[in-house]
């Protein structure tokens, strides 16, 4: 199963709007909805952003939005601050009952 | 509160096994899986595979066969990787990480667990 296909790195300033795509196929993020995605700082464990595609956990900034097209997911994060500069990676469920995640894209507020 | 604890940093040489530990607080642990996930240094991270933590059957992603073992121990609500033979291309940090019942996504993470493999 080979890892989704995200940009390596996206930037923005404070108080701008930011999207990262996260591209698969049909047998992972185009037939499921079992998208979600994870913020990582170095140093610490991944925090849980968004699951089921567009769900976010209770307690979330709701800055932080998803959205599927196809075999495309996307991460959108308004009102960029600069603590929401860190690591993002997608992750699908995928028809060979695995979970497989994206490559990963560094985010920087500029 | 939700806690995963991981063990503790190990270094080990070539050819070792070690065992990394994830212990559960906070919830019924037999009612969410476990999933381990490997972040190699300058790498994302990948997808190991997971167990039920109630039946303690396994599932191993493609490339985690064979060296790869996970296992629970529900009296004490803890979680286990055990590598054996370990090589230089596992050295990384692995994390244990819970399935938000069953929607396929990873609500609580432990701290991760460095496992250097060198001589």
């Known amino acids: 199963q080979s890892a989704l296909t995200q940009p390596a790195s996206v930037s923005g300033s404070p108080g701008q709007s930011i999207t990262i795509s996260c591209t698969g196929t049909?047998?992972?993020?185009?037939?499921?909805?079992?998208v979600s995605w994870y913020q990582h700082l170095p140093g610490n464990a991944p925090k849980l952003m968004i699951y089921?595609?567009?769900k976010r956990p209770s307690g979330l900034s709701n800055r932080f939005s998803g959205s599927k097209s196809g075999n495309t997911a996307s991460l959108t994060i308004s009102g960029l601050q600069a603590e929401d500069e860190a690591d993002y990676y997608c992750?699908?469920?995928?028809?060979?009952?695995?979970?497989?995640f994206g490559g990963g894209t560094k985010l920087t507020v500029l | 509160q939700v806690q995963l604890v991981q063990s503790g940093s190990e270094l080990k040489e070539p050819g070792a096994s070690v065992k990394v530990s994830c212990k559960a607080s906070?919830?019924?642990?037999?009612?969410?899986?476990m999933n381990w996930v490997r972040q190699a240094p300058g790498q994302g991270l990948e997808w190991m595979g997971w167990?039920?933590?109630?039946?303690?059957?396994?599932a191993y992603a493609q490339g985690f066969t064979g060296r790869f073992v996970f296992s629970v121990d529900p009296s004490v609500s803890t979680a286990y990787l055990q590598i054996n033979s370990l090589n230089a291309e596992d050295t990384a940090v692995y994390y244990c990480?819970?399935?938000?019942?069953?929607?396929?996504?990873?609500?609580?993470w432990g701290q991760g667990t460095l496992v250097t493999v060198s001589s």
């Open positions: 049909s047998s992972d993020v185009g037939g499921f909805s079992k």
């Open positions: 167990i039920n933590t109630n039946t303690g059957n396994p």
């Open positions: 906070g919830y019924t642990f037999g009612t969410y899986a």
């Open positions: 992750s699908s469920y995928t028809s060979s009952v695995t979970v497989v």
């Open positions: 089921d595609v567009d």
């Open positions: 990480a819970r399935d938000c019942h069953g929607c396929i996504a990873f609500d609580y």
